[in-house]
């Protein structure tokens, strides 16, 4: 059964950061890219970065550039989200997805995780 499980959101203040992990269970994610995407209250969900197989590139949105960054481990099947410089505008439930390449949008993507609360507020 092919799994994704995200974790290390929480509450953090403006300026702070965060790292989010993306662990796979049941297929091997250096195979896939592997997106994060995130859904505010009363909001789409949107793409936020997209890594790809075998992690050869990486694409982030404009809103996140230069602040977030993708990383893959692959002796623990885990993708991980850094987060810096946190803004309030970045507070959503974040979800990592799988897929055999990166794509723009989320209905492209067949594998999700369940997401993980990222609040910025002081």
């Known amino acids: 059964q092919l799994q994704l499980v995200e974790s290390g959101g929480g509450l953090v203040q403006p300026g702070g950061s965060l790292r989010l992990s993306c662990a796979a269970s049941g297929f091997t994610l250096d195979y896939y890219g592997i997106g994060w995407f995130r859904q505010a209250p009363g909001k789409e969900r949107e793409g936020v970065s997209c890594?790809?197989?075998?992690?050869?590139?990486?694409d982030y949105a404009d809103s996140v550039k230069g602040r977030f960054t993708l990383s893959r481990d692959n002796a623990k099947n885990t993708v991980y989200l850094q987060m810096n410089s946190l803004k309030p505008e970045d507070t959503a439930v974040y979800y990592c997805a799988a897929e055999l390449e990166c794509a723009g949008t989320p209905s492209e993507y067949v594998t999700w995780g369940q997401g993980t609360q990222v609040t910025v507020s002081s």
């Open positions: 890594i790809s197989s075998a992690g050869y590139s990486t």
